[in-house]
């Protein structure tokens, strides 16, 4: 069982290009979280979906960012026109679907670098 | 404003001694905690969940205590070996049961020979 996969592991854009982040959950796994973590922080929540649903993007910035999870295929976080304060390690986790505390099981992320 | 603190000192311990990591917590009210290890350049790896209402849990080397009133948890781990050596994360889990975890910075680990 194959466990969370993220691609690409590093990215480099350009200042105002776009970046294109993907993730898919481990088998089995409906519910998919975003974090990111930059130099010397923690990490912190972006959002959470499930199949086709955007739960919670509490900690999404309002601009430049969305994410989706469709029905086929993995879930993809887009942030549009970057800027070097988007330079990041972008996590993704995902868990079953089941409600109850259960544990959340990390990508290898994806490393961005703006330039 | 929610806050988690770590030490942000790395700990430095001897082969075989028991490694202790503070998580404390401010303004926040987890339905559960989690502790996660993570290598440089890697994801973080889930190791111990303890519940609200739970004082203490164990697997193998490593033993979680929770204390609610103080708000805080303790992480420890018996018989250091330098494999041990990474950053451990606390992680604050809501009352929704989902992941949408609340993280601290962490505190790096360095067990020598």
Request: proline share 6%; hydrophobic share 30%.
């Given at each position: 069982?194959?466990?969370?996969?993220?691609?690409?592991?590093?990215?480099?854009?350009?200042?105002?290009?776009?970046?294109?982040?993907?993730?898919?959950?481990?088998?089995?796994?409906s519910h998919v979280y975003w974090y990111r973590?930059?130099?010397?922080?923690?990490?912190k929540f972006m959002v959470y979906l499930q199949k086709e649903n955007i739960i919670d993007e509490s900690g999404m910035p309002k601009?430049?960012f969305s994410a989706e999870f469709?029905?086929?295929?993995?879930s993809?976080l887009?942030?549009?026109?970057?800027?070097?304060?988007?330079?990041?390690?972008?996590?993704c986790a995902s868990s079953?679907?089941?409600q109850?505390?259960?544990?959340a099981?990390?990508?290898?992320?994806?490393?961005?670098?703006?330039? | 404003?929610q806050?988690?603190?770590?030490?942000?000192?790395?700990?430095?311990?001897?082969?075989?001694?028991?490694?202790?990591?503070?998580?404390?917590?401010?303004?926040?009210?987890?339905a559960?905690?989690?502790?996660?290890?993570?290598?440089?350049?890697?994801?973080?790896?889930?190791?111990?969940?303890?519940?609200?209402?739970?004082?203490?849990?164990?697997?193998?080397?490593?033993?979680?205590?929770?204390?609610?009133?103080?708000?805080?948890?303790?992480?420890?781990?018996?018989?250091?070996?330098?494999?041990?050596?990474?950053?451990?994360?606390?992680?604050?889990g809501p009352n929704s049961g989902y992941s949408t975890l609340t993280?601290?910075?962490?505190?790096?680990?360095?067990?020598?020979?």
């Amino acid at each position: 069982n194959a466990g969370v996969m993220q691609n690409p592991r590093h990215l480099v854009r350009r200042r105002g290009q776009e970046a294109r982040l993907r993730c898919s959950p481990m088998k089995g796994h409906s519910h998919v979280y975003w974090y990111r973590q930059l130099p010397e922080e923690g990490l912190k929540f972006m959002v959470y979906l499930q199949k086709e649903n955007i739960i919670d993007e509490s900690g999404m910035p309002k601009e430049r960012f969305s994410a989706e999870f469709p029905k086929e295929g993995p879930s993809i976080l887009r942030i549009q026109q970057v800027v070097r304060g988007d330079s990041a390690a972008y996590f993704c986790a995902s868990s079953p679907p089941v409600q109850g505390n259960t544990e959340a099981f990390f990508g290898q992320g994806t490393r961005l670098t703006v330039v | 404003s929610q806050k988690i603190e770590q030490n942000s000192e790395a700990l430095n311990i001897q082969e075989g001694k028991t490694a202790t990591l503070t998580c404390n917590y401010t303004n926040y009210s987890p339905a559960y905690l989690q502790w996660y290890r993570q290598d440089p350049g890697r994801g973080p790896v889930f190791l111990l969940l303890i519940r609200e209402n739970e004082k203490e849990k164990r697997k193998e080397r490593l033993k979680v205590t929770f204390d609610t009133t103080l708000k805080q948890s303790l992480f420890h781990i018996t018989a250091s070996q330098p494999a041990d050596s990474a950053t451990y994360l606390c992680a604050l889990g809501p009352n929704s049961g989902y992941s949408t975890l609340t993280f601290g910075k962490g505190t790096m680990l360095l067990v020598s020979p």
